[in-house]
Structure formats: structure tokens, C-alpha cells
């Protein structure tokens, strides 16, 4: 166990994964078909796909800052926008998405048991866009809304069944909190864990925040599916919008195994293998990864600047 959690913890194994599987993806790419493809995309619907993706962040803030008010913190809409999109431009720019959450917590506050209650609302955060996440996929399902990837159904099937009962084990572990779990627990995350227990039942107990946290977890994967079905438009390819939301779906969750830098590799991997039994060749589905990145930078500049104005000074101190 020690050797596993050192292997997957090790940076030099993730940048060695992350540039062989990235070299694997870009032997595939046919160089000239990338300079057309940048040359004659057009680029109103790549405007579209970043447009998509500012609206994107604005619910997850509206969210965000929904969770913060059940766990006690109030800060004001512009204070929590400030927030979003500062974490939002740490998380394009470090290696993991832990990056991102760990300087949303710290730009709330820096007080101890503060800091856990923020911490446990960025995991419950992060489950309910995940559940937001599944939910599109499976409406895409169960509309036919076009052509999906070969085997849409049983990866789905598969990956809601895991997240699905891992993410019922957890929470029922948090709030029962048998002696044997709560070791497997770090000290310094052991608050975090308890509050974020505690939040997730102050969700599910009260049908109001249910609601609000699933409607805008759905609408903010939608808006992302929509980003990656715009760049594949950009580029020429006509899928289904249920093709792009499936393939978001199975290519996030395959980027959740912490063995490359930032998700690079795995996530062109995945686009291509899952995007090629739609008829979309290997250097579009590497255009579409990359370019989901680029318009996630986009968006998030806004952050650079606030970063930049006020550095990382916590809203409550």
C-alpha cells in the first residue's frame, strides 16, 4: 500500500506517464490536417464554446456560494465570484485539480475550523458536479439524441455504478464514523471530512438545496458538453450533442486517476479512442481536447487579473 500510494504520489512518474502518453497521442496526429484545421475553423463557434464556459463558471459559483450559506459562511456574491475565478485560473495552471480547491478554501479564510467547513463544501461541491455530470449523460441516453460511442451505455452503467456506491460508502461512513475509518483518515483532513459529512446530510435532509445543487450541477455540465460539441463544430465534425455530453463524461471521470499532470494524455487518449467510433479522426479529437484547455484559459483570465490585484488575500480576514 505504501508503494502504491508513493508510485501515484511521485511527480516524476506522473510527468513520465503524462509526456509517454501524450507522445503516443501525437505519433497518431496528421500535422497537416492540424494546420487546416486551425486555419479554416470557424471561429464563431469556438467564441460559442468559450461563452459557453463563462456561464458555465458563473453557475458554479452560484452553486458554490448555495453550499457556503448551509455550512454557515456568508460572503457576498462579488466576494465569492473573486474566489471562483481565482481557483478556477490556479486550477488550469497546477498540476492537479486539487490545486484549484485547495486555494478556493484558502481564499476564504485561514482559520482553522473555518477553513475545514470551506474545505468540506468544495468535496460536496465537486460530488454534486460529478452527479450533475452522469445526469446529463443519461439523459443524452435516454433521449437518442444521435450516434453515441461504442459502449456508451456500459461505461456509463459502469461509472455510475462506482461513483455512485463509493460516493454512498463515504457518506456513510462520515456520519457513522466507525473508529477503523476515521484512522484511514489524515489528521489535518479528519475536520474537513467531518464537516463535509455534515454537509452533504444537511443537503440531502433539506429537498430546497437538494434541488438547487443538482439543477445547477445539470445546467453546468450542459453548458460544458455544449463547449466540447461547439469545438467539434469548429472543426468541421457535426456529433450529436448526447455524444459530446457521454464522451465529457467518461473522459472526466478517466482523467480522476491521478497518474498523469493535470489529466494530459489520458484525457487525449480518451477523446480519441471514444470519439473515433463517431467518425471523428485522431488529430480532431486531440484539437477538441487541447482546445477545451484553451478555453478554459480563456475564461478563467479574469482570474489571472484579480490574482494579480489583490493576490491571495482570504475574503474573511
Known sequence: MKLLRAAVGSVWLRVAVTLGLLGLVLSEIDWDAVRTGLLEGDPWWFAAAVVAIVAALVVGAVRWRALLKIAGIDLSPGQVG??????????????????????????????????ARTASTVVVDRAGGLAGLLAVAWVAVATGSGPLPRHAAAGLTWATLMVGLGGAVVVVLLLRRPPWFMRLIPARALETARNAGRVARDVVCNPGALVVLMATSVVFQALVSFQIWALARCLGDHPSFGAAAVTLTLVTIATLIPLSIGGFGIREGSYVVLLASIGIGATNATLISLGSVVVLLIASLPGAVLLAMNGMRPALE
Open 82 to 115: 473573486r474566489i471562483y475565478a481565482i481557483s478556477t485560473f490556479s486550477q488550469t495552471f497546477l498540476p492537479t485539480t486539487v490545486g484549484g480547491d485547495v486555494a478556493r478554501s484558502l481564499l476564504v479564510t485561514r482559520n482553522g475550523p473555518v477553513l
